[in-house]
């Protein structure tokens, strides 16, 4: 049975989150429904990211096992035939050996959080962006992210369902840059816990507004404390824009 | 009567161009609703660009006489929050003396074109880019815009329905820069041709795929024929980056 990879951007405004569920719009259910439409086949794809509602991708990847072994290029046009009135599409396909997996061989991901940091709210980036009017301070922002970086104990930025065994995390990568009118912040870690970027997102943002001190975020992380967390950012500026592989 | 400066965001995708039409969905139409939903007053507002159907702006300005002497970040205030369900914001407010006008005082008009350029379509932004799926050669493009600026007949990138006096106009800038996935287009005039900018991006996108040579490009504009002008660029792709004025 021959393994593809997809790699796969979408819109998370319109779906209930990445995966499958009965009777709701999902990411999952998507690519699951072209999928069959094309091939005739049921299928269940696994994916690096199980991304919540609203949550965006442009890096997303999964994998799909076929009956029938279809040049990579047919299965990818395919889909997009087939999703062309979803909000997904698949930006790229190759076919890989079966010990590739999307979510277990996966070594990384990297997240980008787009803050629009101006006094007008969006109107092309309503939905893609999360608007804080007031002014943030960029280097204090950095300041508290480099408090996250590296292997922390991440209670505090864990949402009280997440179903990871252990909240102990190494955070690789948290930087804070001014893009234009947007303030970006990109993390990178072999994984993350849930709802631990918009956690952390929404703690430095406090952090910029200049309402907490980057100190505070040290003590917030230091708390392993859920209450001790600031609040979240919302879905709409947060996007899964890659995932690492071992070649 | 106290005038102010609007600066202006909105994606063109739900309205029917810029301009007013009785039970049409307009850009124009939407930001008198809410001045009026405010003000009481019912107004006609002048735009420095009008922009078509699907054409989008980020810097589109636009001037209005208002009866009372509101502060003006009120009148932003109270404009965002009538145009909250609209694909519309005000950015800015001035108030500004009478001798200025958004349309007739414009000095320059700054346009963008994006081209996203990769395989896949776009499933983040559908409606807001041209995709071309094949790569384009983007010193091939440059080299053919380059023949475009200066003080040129520009009868052959006119719309056949296009109001303006003359076809003569001087093209300042004309440039074409790779961004990421991205072709971005950006030119700069005093004004521009009914379809213009779509014209020559049309013109230009031939001209990467190397069907049209840069050559090609010249000769069009010399045919000073409507004709000889390539496939007219959608408007998805289409932004009004900004309006200069005289200080």
């Given at each position: 049975m021959p393994r593809y990879r997809l790699d796969i951007e979408y819109d998370g405004g319109p779906y209930n989150g990445f995966q499958a569920q009965e009777g709701q719009p999902t990411v999952q259910g998507a690519i699951e429904t072209a999928i069959h439409a094309f091939s005739g086949q049921t299928v269940r794809i696994a994916a690096a990211?199980?991304?919540?509602?609203?949550?965006?991708?442009?890096?997303?990847?999964?994998?799909?096992?076929?009956?029938k072994d279809w040049p990579a290029a047919?299965?990818?046009n395919a889909m997009n035939a087939h999703l062309v009135r979803?909000?997904?599409a698949v930006l790229d396909c190759v076919q890989v050996t079966d010990d590739f997996h999307a979510r277990f061989s996966a070594v990384g991901r990297k997240y980008l959080y787009r803050i629009l940091n101006r006094p007008g709210r969006p109107a092309l980036d309503q939905g893609r962006v999360w608007h804080v009017k007031r002014p943030l301070n960029v280097e204090a922002m950095q300041a508290g992210a480099n408090h996250l970086i590296g292997l922390?104990?991440?209670?505090?930025?864990?949402?009280?369902?997440?179903?990871?065994?252990?909240?102990?995390?190494?955070?690789?990568v948290a930087r804070v840059t001014r893009v234009g009118e947007e303030v970006h912040l990109a993390f990178e870690a072999r994984s993350?816990?849930?709802?631990?970027?918009?956690?952390?997102?929404?703690?430095?943002?406090?952090?910029?507004?200049?309402?907490?001190?980057?100190?505070?975020v040290k003590a917030a992380l230091d708390a392993r404390d859920r209450t001790a967390c600031a609040q979240v950012a919302p879905s709409d500026g947060l996007y899964l824009t890659g995932v690492v592989y071992e070649d």
């Open positions: 990211g199980r991304t919540d509602t609203g949550v965006h991708a442009t890096g997303q990847v999964a994998h799909v096992d076929l009956d047919t299965v990818m979803e909000a997904v922390n104990d991440f209670t505090t930025f864990r949402d009280v369902n997440c179903q990871s065994k252990s909240p102990v995390k190494t955070l690789d993350f816990l849930h709802r631990q970027v918009r956690s952390m997102a929404g703690t430095l943002v406090e952090t910029g507004l200049g309402r907490w001190t980057p100190d505070d």
